[in-house]
């Protein structure tokens, strides 16, 4: 995987709290799938509570993918290093991140398959 998490910072600041992810290699990051699960025994489980499907669009390696739980709008900045901070919004007014059980999954999913309910 060329994402990988870094933390969960301010956690339970419903203005303020974000996941952070680094990009470890050029990608696309419309192929990762980020969950916000539930654990048990200090392990994540497949209780999924909320997901959220990154947009299409191609991050360098060094580059920060910031998700807060917040409304906002996607957007991006140059940092001092000259990589690119690129800011998501989950779109929650409350914070998701407030109970420590709660566990952060990311999933490369460059290939899938869809169809709607009235197709079939």
Request: charged share 25%; net charge neutral; glycine share 8%.
């Amino acid at each position: 995987m060329n994402l990988e998490i870094r933390s969960i910072a301010d956690k339970g600041d419903a203005a303020k709290e974000r996941l952070t992810l680094r990009c470890t290699e050029d990608t696309d990051m419309g192929h990762y799938v980020l969950l916000h699960t539930n654990s048990r025994n200090g392990v994540v489980n497949t209780g999924v509570n909320h997901v959220m499907w990154f947009p299409d669009k191609l991050v360098q390696k060094g580059d920060l993918v910031i998700v807060y739980t917040k409304p906002g709008t996607q957007s991006e900045k140059v940092l001092t290093t000259g990589k690119k901070a690129h800011f998501l919004y989950w779109g929650y007014s409350t914070s998701i991140w407030r109970d420590d059980a709660a566990g952060a999954v990311l999933l490369h999913a460059p290939e899938w398959e869809a169809r709607l309910a009235g197709d079939m």
